[in-house]
C-alpha cells in the first residue's frame, strides 16, 4: 500500500540556484511512499554513538522497538491521505509534544533522503557529548543561540537539518528553525549544500510537511570537524547490535546479499546489505567512509526499486 503527504517547499533557491544541487522545487505538491519507507526512516534517524549502544544494548533495542511502536499507534498507516490516529486525540498536550518531536524526526529523515539524497541523518549532540573522546566536539555560540538537530551526508556532501513538530505550521518556529540553521557555517571545512527547516504540522486531521531552506551562514556561526568514519560507525551501531546477537539470516535481493533477523513481537524485518556489514565488523580502516560510500552505489545500483531497502543499505520490511 502507498501512502500520501502534503508537503511545501520554499526558498530552496532563493539566494543561489547553482547551489541548488538536487533541483528541489520550491511549492506545493504530494509526496508518495509506503510504510515499509516510513518505519525505516524512525529506525534509522539520529542514531547513539556505536560505544553508548554497545554499552546498553537491551535498552537501545527497546528504545528501536518504542520508535516503530510510537509511528505505528499515533499515525494512521492506513489512510491517504496520512492522518493522525484516534489514539494521538487522547494523549495530553505534553504528551503530543513529545511524540510529536519523535515523528517529526522520523519524517525529516524521510523528505532528506527522498529528495536530498541524505544516506546518513545523526543528533548533532552525538558529537557534543564526547563520543570519542575527553574533550568532545566544542560548539561555540554566543548566549541565546542553539544549534540545528540533525547532520547528514548525501553522496554529494553535507546536510543540516533542523526539525520540528506543530499543530501548525507557525511561522516563529520556522524563523527560530532558520537561525538555528544559519548558526553553523562549515562542516569539516565544507560549507552544507542544503540547511533546512523541516516542519511537520497539521490541517485538521492530515499530517503536513513544510521544509525551507535559510539565507547563507551568519559571520559568527560555528565551523564543525568530526570524524567522518565514526559519523557512519555510529548511524549504523543499532542494526550492527541486532545482528551480531542473533541468529540471522541471509536473503539476496537481486544481486545484493543481506542479513537480516525477524522481530517476531513487532513484526518486522531488520538487516543489512552483507558487504556493508562485514565492512563495519572489520571497522579497522581509517578511510571506511569512502570504502562504505564506494560499496553503496553498488547496493543502490540494484535495490533502487524495492521500497524496504534505504539508500543506505539497511533493509526494514513491516511483516503487518
Known sequence: MTLEMGYEFRRFNQVSPDKN???VS???SNLIFTKNELLRAAYTVGRSCMDHVYSYPFYSEKEVSLRIAIMEAYIDLNSSPITISPAFDLLDPSEKGGFRFLIAS???KLYAEKFLNVEFLMHLDVYRRNAYDDNGVEIKLKDGDRRPDFIGKSPRGWVAVESKGRVNKVANAITAGHEQLENLKTI???API???VSMMHQKGRQI???LSDPEEAEDNSFNLQIKEANFIRDYYAVVMLELNEAN????KENAIEFYIIRNTCNQYEIGLAKVI???????LDSDIANEINSLLKGVVAETTDIDYIGNDGIYFKSLH
Open 21 to 23: 544541487i538536487y533541483n
Open 26 to 28: 520550491n511549492g506545493v
Open 106 to 108: 522520523a519524517f525529516s
Open 188 to 190: 569539516n571545512g565544507e
Open 194 to 196: 542544503y540547511k533546512v
Open 208 to 210: 503536513k510537511m513544510f
Open 248 to 251: 540471522v539470516d541471509t536473503v
Open 277 to 283: 556489514y562485514e565492512k563495519l565488523k572489520h571497522f
